[in-house]
DNA sequence: ATAATAGTGTCTCTAAGACAGTATGCT
DNA sequence: AGCATACTGTCTTAGAGACACTATTAT
């Protein structure tokens, strides 16, 4: 959001708010996100990141951010909720050189390794897809959020092989062009065993 | 510690306490964790691991904790702070049955499972051990946190092919029983590429 | 002598890395 | 026709799993 009050007026900052009387810190953080951003909580995936408690990390005195990672499908274009003069989504990858209000850029930096983490070792991706995809769809997923190419060969082997990724619906995505792709669905697996390794990440021409 | 006050009095509990003006976090659960226990802050890890906030976990009202898990060498024996009758160390392993107070069985759980995920892809196990140790301390400190025994020629395999894992110093144990070990030291790695495997975990006789 | 720990070497097997061509839809 | 996406298969290589014996110390 871009921020309409003092302090750090005019920069952007990521959506949040204070904790309520009787709410989980779970709660505040998806009541928060749909207000300001108009994302739903259903089919929304929410997991706590960190804290950050510097005592001067905000001028007005002592607050404490506990933040969180949301991944969710087909966002909806933002609207401007009252503490903020516009609302908009980010494309976080190539740079990440934006300049956020308070200590933001280091939450978002943490959240963004958590995200690229999680892709590595549990089935998270699919959070980033609809109800149901393509392999191709889940390949752009890691592709934009680890910021690298994967040969298309390895990773269908590689998620057709691990038990629970994937359910195959009987179906083939019609419409856009190229072959149709089979669509799948979330299996019921968490883990990825063994795991999406990223560590040699080489190009595609 | 056993709580000396209400509520659970009588009942086991985690070191704590609450955040003073000027305070982060970290320098609370570490202050906290010294006072209660002994345990010096230097030669230290300390990770936050998670914020528990349900409103009801307090019955004196709204807290909200944030949990630490701290790992050090050659643990002081502990003494009773003002809040507590008495403070041990306690095995945690083998069954995880105690019944602490508020909702620490879970934060302790928690923990557990990042000390767990942290061995496999990090060497924090190191943290475990004094400046000096054996290849042999090492495997105990795996073998103790996930419960399992592990092949001692496949562990060394696998310690002494990661790059940056351990250094050795010319010297060795003397002392015990057996043949004396050669001594390392924590090297410059801190991450463990490619992971060490929990996934298999096979019984040694 | 016996027990306890340290150290060495090989075979197998799983899975990742690299790599090219065919199939099927759209415009 | 040309383009875009989907799908199939092989060779190589890194590294984990299983496994037995010798070496060196204290008691």
């Known amino acids: 959001m871009e921020r309409a009050t ?22 505040t953080a998806a009541r928060e996100l749909e207000e300001e951003t108009g994302v739903s909580s259903s089919r929304l995936y929410l997991e706590q990141v960190g804290v950050y408690s510097s005592p001067d990390r905000d001028p007005r005195g002592r607050v404490i951010t506990v933040s969180y990672l949301a991944i969710a499908p087909n966002l909806p274009t933002p609207e401007a909720g009252e503490e903020a003069t516009s609302a908009d989504w980010y494309e976080v990858n190539p740079g ?30 699919t959070a980033f897809c609809g109800e149901v995809f393509t392999i191709g769809d ?34 083939k995505r019609n419409g856009g062009p190229g072959r149709p792709g089979a669509l799948y669905r979330k299996g019921p697996a968490q883990v990825l065993h063994p795991a999406m390794l990223r560590s040699r990440m080489q190009l595609e021409s």
């Open 6 to 27: 003092e302090p750090f007026r005019g920069s952007k900052a990521l959506p949040g708010g204070f904790v309520e009387d009787g709410e989980r810190l779970e709660e």
């Open 96 to 125: 990440l050189s934006t300049e956020l209000a308070f200590d933001h850029d280091l939450i978002l930096q943490d959240a963004l390794e958590r995200a690229r983490s999680r892709l590595e070792h549990t089935t998270i991706a």
């Open 138 to 171: 889940l390949q752009r997923v890691y592709e934009i959020v680890w910021g690298v190419s994967m040969d298309s060969r390895n990773f269908r082997r590689k998620v057709t092989s691990v038990d629970g990724f994937l359910e195959g619906t009987g179906e």
